[in-house]
């Protein structure tokens, strides 16, 4: 049985559909209670490429920027990419130093998002990667030509793991 083909075209309209969803506006109002505004980075942008998916404007003026990742169903772990093109061996999201504060991780159908501080999130996975790509490793997504790598780590795990990420102990 041949796994399903991902269409890199299909999942980018998917992700751009998914970032019109009103919801998030209510997100991060409840996020940051003192947001005064919130802006979409959509489209071939340098900010894109940086990883910067939304911006959000507090009222002391900083300005905060957003990764956001979407799921179209509810599963028990993070999916976190760390190729996104075999073939070339391109850095996945979770390798790259992006020009984040956050990433919000959506679960599109019951409208949950995790919100990851980036800092956090990536001394957790550069602290742990070896071990979850043993422990935790699934199928490549098949793309046209190439494949994604993954590892599935359970949301639990990974939300225990960053809460402690803060402390540092010499």
């Known amino acids: 049985m041949l796994d399903k083909v ?11 559909k998914a970032s019109d969803e009103p919801f998030w506006d209510a997100i991060y109002r409840k996020a940051f209670p003192d ?5 979409l980075c959509n489209g071939d942008t340098k900010s894109q490429r940086l990883g910067i998916d939304r911006v ?5 003026g900083r300005i905060l920027k957003i990764d956001e990742k979407k799921r179209r169903q509810e599963y028990n772990d993070i999916l976190l990419e760390y190729i996104s093109v075999s073939t070339t061996g391109a850095p996945g999201w979770i390798e790259k130093d992006l020009a984040v504060d956050y990433l919000a991780y959506a679960f599109m159908q019951s ?3 995790y919100l990851f501080d980036w800092c956090m999130l990536r001394r957790v996975w550069l602290a742990h990667k070896d071990d979850w790509l043993k422990r935790y490793k699934i199928p490549p997504a098949q793309n046209s030509g190439y ?3 993954s590892v599935a ?6 939300l225990n ?3 402690t990420a803060s402390i540092i102990q010499l």
């Open 35 to 39: 947001m005064v505004s919130q802006t």
């Open 161 to 163: 793991l960053i809460k």
């Open 111 to 113: 409208r949950r998002v």
């Open 147 to 149: 494949q994604t790598l």
């Open 6 to 16: 991902h269409d890199f075209q299909d999942e980018l309209e998917f992700s751009v």
């Open 153 to 158: 780590v359970p949301t639990k795990h990974l």
């Open 56 to 60: 959000v404007v507090l009222a002391s």
